[in-house]
């Protein structure tokens, strides 16, 4: 969308995707670009079983690192993500684990991220999404992963409409990612952050 806006293009760009379609813009002030993405349709599954204990063997975690408000879950806006919400922030940034091995799980789950959260404030997430299906260890902005999580909270609170996920930060590429909920359940999430261009 930024890429787009760059170009001249202010318009809402439709994308065809292997299942369902969505939408990009991109607007620029100055020098800054901005993006938005409207995501293909949000659901979300319970985790299963064999899933959670292969991820929970990639990271050494163990049920106790969880937080029992979010259950473990697949979430999808567009791609698949295993969404695991950890307690402790701490616990998030020593994220660590077998690339080759992760690869492999996401893989045999066409995953295309696992995606580790953790809450610190109502509203605002930190997030580190192992993306080793992508062959990189983790990416630093994801947002058809915060498309997914947003619609996934408002499907467990009604009350959630808005969230702010800090993503990148313990791999020194910060990014502020902000999500609003569909307005429907499974409907398109609407996603936006300031864009940094990467020098070639």
């Keep these: 969308g930024a890429a787009i806006a760059k170009r001249g ?22 020098s800054q670009l901005k993006a938005v993405l409207w995501s293909s ?9 064999e899933l959670l204990r292969a991820a929970h063997d990639l990271f050494g975690f163990n049920l106790d690192d969880f937080d ?3 259950p473990p879950a697949v979430i999808e806006a567009g791609a698949r993500h295993l969404l ?5 922030r701490d616990q998030l940034a020593r ?4 690339l080759a091995t992760g690869a492999k799980l996401m893989r045999d789950w066409d995953l295309a991220t696992i995606n580790l959260v953790c ?18 260890f983790e990416d630093p ?4 992963a915060a498309a997914a999580l947003v619609a996934y909270l408002a499907e467990l609170d009604g009350s959630v409409s808005r969230i702010t996920v800090l993503q990148g930060y313990d791999m020194g590429v910060p990014c502020i ?3 609003e909920a569909p307005e429907e359940a499974g409907g398109s999430a609407r996603v936006e952050g300031l864009v940094r261009e990467i020098e070639e």
Excluded: W
């Design 9 to 30: 293009n202010l318009s809402p760009v439709k994308l065809q995707l292997n299942s369902g379609s969505a939408m990009v813009q991109g607007s620029k002030t100055g």
């Design 41 to 49: 349709r949000t659901r979300h599954t319970a985790a299963a079983p």
């Design 68 to 70: 029992s408000r979010y």
């Design 84 to 88: 695991l919400c950890l307690k402790d």
């Design 95 to 98: 994220m660590n684990y077998d």
């Design 119 to 136: 809450e610190e404030e109502s509203g605002l997430f930190h997030s580190r999404n192992a993306f080793a299906a992508g062959g990189v």
């Design 141 to 144: 902005a994801t947002g058809a």
């Design 177 to 179: 990612i902000h999500a």
